[in-house]
Every structure is written in C-alpha cells, then in structure tokens.
T-cell receptor, first 115, second 112 residues
Framework: ETGVTQSPTHLIKTRGQQVTLRCSSQ?????VSWYQQALGQGPQFIFQ???????GRGNFPPRFSGLQFPNYSSELNVNALELDDSALYLC??????????????FGQGTRLTVV | DQQVKQNSPSLSVQEGRISILNCDYT??????FLWYKKYPAEGPTFLIS?????DKNEDGRFTVFLNKSAKHLSLHIVPSQPGDSAVYFC???????????FGKGTRLHILP
C-alpha cells in the first residue's frame, strides 16, 4: 500500500472534450509527478510539481496542464482531447526533488480512453 | 530518442533459477538508475536503485549491476519465484532534472 491514490480508475471521453484526473499524495510527500503510459510503452514524464510550483516539464503540449494544492494533492487537466491521449496516466509522489526523487511511489493509475 | 532501452520485451525463467533483466542507456549524465516492478492494474513499484558512482547494489534476492563504460545495467533475481512474474521497468534519473526516464519494460514469466 503506497498511499498514493488516483481517481477515477477508468474514464471514457470523446475527442475534443476536457478531462481532469486527480491524485492524492502519500502522507508527507511534497512532490508530485505525472506520467503517461501508452500501450506497450514505458511511462513518459509529463510534468512535476514541488510545493505547488511546476518544477519541470516533459515533451507534452500546453493543453496538458496541472495544479498542486496546499495539501500536496494534484490534478492533471487535458484540454481538446485527441485519440492518441488514450493511455494510463500515473501519478507519483516523492519526498523532495533531485537525489531524493529516486524513490517515487506510484498510484494505480487512471485508464483514459478517448473515442 | 530513447535514452533508456530494454531490448527484450519478454523473458521466461524456470522457478528457482536466476532471472537477468538487461538495460542500456545513452545519457552519461544520469545520476541514478532504478528498477520498478509492475503488476497488471497496479502502478509501478520501486524495487531497487543504484547510484552512478557504484557498480553493484544488493537487496535480498535482487542485485543491480552497473557498467558505466558500457552504459549497461542489469537486474539479477535469484532465486526466481512465481510472484516475480511482472513487467520490469528500467529507469534513470538526473539530479539536474527531476524527471524519471523509463524504458519500455520487460515482461518476466516465472515458469513452474
């Protein structure tokens, strides 16, 4: 039990719609990272939040945005959904950044299907 | 541009024998290498890591070896057990950049 929970677990959306995915961090963790895992691929880094500020971003377009709240929970928002956005979205929490990020704890993921 | 490569999509090993999962990387600036294990319908679980200044790290049945000159690392599991059947992701991390770079994963099947 990692203590990182994501909601919802599954979601079906139509192309062009917007979606919000949620993540509750493990207690005491102040860093949250979001990853996209397409079928047959490894997780790809979307962005990271540290103490409510964005702290690094991967190669994803601006329609992928996020928030981190004072309690360190987080949201991933995706606008103008495309079919290729269908994937497993993983949230990972960790204590600190840099060297302390080596032990990130992942949630079970949200499976997003865009039709 | 895949910086972390796992060239074997799957591996089958007899229970009790040694499982060796391989990983290659291209970026010599990585500071840490990590292995994650993933069961279906669950998120990846951290297994073991190694700093770039070391060449071996052992934790129970799991040992990771790092060969920096070859930009290669491997995870050894011995003895292999049925519960080890899962997808294993090799990953890397830099102190300058907090993202974790993952390989595509290797599915390990432990045969009875």
């Amino acid at each position: 039990e990692t203590g990182v929970t994501q909601s919802p677990t599954h979601l079906i959306k139509t192309r062009g719609q917007q979606v919000t995915l949620r993540c509750s961090s493990q207690s005491g963790h102040n860093t949250v990272s979001w990853y996209q895992q397409a079928l047959g691929q490894g997780p790809q880094f979307i962005f990271q939040y540290y103490r409510e500020e964005e702290n690094g971003r991967g190669n994803f377009p601006p329609r992928f945005s996020g928030l981190q709240f004072p309690n360190y929970s987080s949201e991933l928002n995706v606008n103008a959904l495309e079919l290729d956005d269908s994937a497993l979205y993983l949230c990972a929490s960790s204590l600190g950044v840099g060297a302390l990020n080596t032990e990130a704890f992942f949630g079970q993921g949200t499976r997003l299907t865009v039709v | 541009d895949q910086q972390v490569k796992q060239n074997s999509p799957s591996l089958s090993v007899q229970e009790g024998r040694i499982s060796i999962l391989n990983c290659d990387y291209t970026n010599s600036m990585f500071d840490y290498f990590l292995w994650y294990k993933k069961y279906p319908a669950e998120g990846p679980t951290f297994l073991i890591s190694i700093s770039s200044i070391k060449d071996k790290n052992e934790d129970g049945r799991f040992t990771v070896f790092l060969n920096k000159s070859a930009k290669h690392l491997s995870l050894h599991i011995v003895p292999s057990q049925p519960g080890d059947s899962a997808v294993y992701f090799c990953a890397a991390n830099s102190n300058r950049d907090d993202k974790i770079i993952f390989g595509k994963g290797t599915r390990l099947h432990i045969l009875p």
